[in-house]
Structure formats: C-alpha cells, structure tokens
C-alpha cells in the first residue's frame, strides 16, 4: 500500500517538500540545542518544563481521541464511523510520535532516553508513561495496516487483530491517565495537586482530538474523491460538544475548591493564569482567549441548527483547538511552575530556537499524517466510494 505514498499531483508533492524543508529547520535548530545544551532555551531552575512538554501534553490528548471511534464502532458496531475509524487510528500514529519527539527534544541529549530501557524504574511514572506511550504507538501501526490492507482486499479483519483493537481501548485511555499522573503525583506542586486532574485531562482529549478529526475529515472531502461521511463528522461534534463543557465544567470545580478552602499554595497558580500576581502575567491574555474560545465553541455546538452547519461546525472545531491547546499546554505547564513553592516568580517564555524545534517536530507529525492519509485515501478509493456505514466491521 505504501505505493500509494509515492503518487501524487504537484500540490501533494509541494505540501512534502514545504514540510521537509521546515523539518529541515526544525533539525538545524535542534543541532544548536544539542551543541549548546538546554540554556538555549527559556526554562529555569524553577520552571524546568517548558515549550516541549507543553505540546507533548496537549498532543497526548490528540492521540488518546482515537479511542472514540474505536469504541464506537468496533464494540457498538456504529458503522457510520466505517470510513472513519482509520483515519483516527492514522491520527493517533502521528501525534504519538509527536510526542515521543517532543521528549527526546526536552531531554537534551536523546542518548539519555537509554536510561529508561537500560536502567528500567518501576516504581517510576515516567517509566510507565515510556511503556503505555511506546505500546499504543505499535497497537495503532498494527491495527491501522492490518484493518486497511483488509479493506483493500474487501476481506474482513483477520481474527487475531480483534484482541488487539479491543486493547487499544482501555490503552488510549491509560496513556493520558498516565500523563496526568506525572504532574498530580507531585505533591510540591499545589495546581497540579488535585484528584481529578486525570478526568479533566481526558475530557480535554475527547474535545480536542476529535475537533482535530472534524478539521481533517473537512479537509479530506475537500482536496480528495473520499467522503468520511456527514453523520460521522456530525456524531464527532456531538462527542466534541459534551466533552468541552465537561472540560471546562472540571476547571470550576477546581475554581471553587481552590477559592472556597482559601489555600494560598493552590489560589496562587490560578491567580497568576488569570489575573496576574505581584504584577508578573504574561499568561492572562491566553487564558482569558482561551476560556472565550471554550465559551464561543459551546455556544456554537449546542445549538443543532449552527452545529449542522458545516462552516460554522468548522469554526467551532478550531476555537476548541485553541482553547485546549493553551489551557493543557503553557496554561498547565507555566500554571504549576509559576509560582515557585516559595512563592517567587520566574516567568517563562519560549526562545526562537524553542519555537523553531516545536515547529519542525510539528512538521515530521503532520509529514507523517500526509503520507498515512494519502495511504488511507488511496485505498478508499480504489475499492470504491461506499456510502457511510457499509463497510460494517467483523466481529
């Protein structure tokens, strides 16, 4: 199927050689980064987590979405995410991947992701977040090829391939419960302290992943023959509407019991996001644009009529992009940061070198994702365009 990759008219081939050559800028960055070490970036002694693990947070969630296609319909059997599915399990292949770069990047030297192989920590989450980050990049390679190559030969999936797709469910969930477990099992820090910091990761992930898709599927009908189909991109929406009220519903809860309890350690991180602290907030004007992206989001998907509307439904779906992506990433990053457990402050912003390394490890993802879809749509074309739902999966 791979052929696939290797066709294409003179706007697929330019869209390759743009994101090549920001890859290539991305590695000359990076080069400068391994050279001069960490110093070249904005992280400090007291925010020791930056730009990096900010994206790689968010992408975490990306990647996690996949489960909600997959669920859906392989353990419901909604065939209207027949056509779908894959490009969801395509999606999750490249923002984990994303991911991994992200870590490598922020670790200095990539030699020392070694340790976690050579010298395996158990009792160590970050160990764990190695196992569940790896593991669901292989499971979703594995079902992806597997699931298409059986399409292309209008065979349903072999029997072996359904434990697999069953796993990947409970996996997608464990690998952002995971991520979230780095951050609230650090009890020095007062934001990230909290119990449901898990479920809000998750609920952040069930919005943004699948806003991504609706952004994607748009795209695909538009630039290809493939339809992902209408009621697939609707029911998406929905998921997408219920799960970024829940997110921002979690963030006040986290309101009110930081404010009603009158905990300095905690009140402090929120105070800094959104209104500043002894006049240091840099970060208020992206929090406050990102809760008005959340509020315009719902404001648009709740109501049937604007979320059918396929523009405005295109709209709605990158300002929940936005919202999520400051909210979970610098907002939750900088927010545990700043300020320190002694209370002092020490801003934090990316240098253009961290900026350009965070471009060009988004430019091998979203490399990858063009290859993959082109893969994909190739062989939804070949064997035909079905209407949405007639491929129905094997059980």
Known sequence: MLEKAITGSKNYWGWLAFLLAVIIAGVLAYLVQYNKGLMITGMSRDVSWGFYIAQFTFLVGVAASAVMLVLPFYLHNYKDFGRITIMGEFLAISAVTMCLLFIIVDLGKPMRALNMILHPTPNSILFWDMIVLNGYLAINLVVGWVVLSSERKQLPPPGWIKPIIYLSIPWAVSIHTVTAFLYCGLPGRGFWLTAILAPRFLASAFASGPSVLILLSLLVRKLTKFDPGKEAIQSLAKIVTYAIILNLFFLSLEFFTVFYSQIPS?????????????????????????????????????????????????????????????????????????????????????????????????????????????????????????KPGDVAPSH
């Open 266 to 386: 905690h009140m402090t991180h929120l105070q800094y996001l959104f209104a500043g602290y002894h006049g240091y907030g840099a970060l208020v004007p992206f929090m406050w644009a990102s809760m008005i992206c959340g509020l315009l989001a719902i404001a648009l998907l709740i109501n049937p009529r604007t979320r059918k509307k396929e523009p405005v439904l295109g709209v709605a779906a990158v300002l929940v992009f936005i919202c999520t992506w400051i909210d979970k990433g610098m907002g939750m990053i900088s927010g545990g940061f700043v300020p320190n457990p002694l209370h002092e402050i020490t801003e934090y912003s990316p240098t253009p070198l961290e900026l350009t390394i965070t471009v060009g490890v988004y430019a091998v993802g979203i490399f990858i994702l063009t290859i993959l879809y082109k893969v994909a749509v190739g062989v939804k074309e070949e064997i035909g365009d079905f």
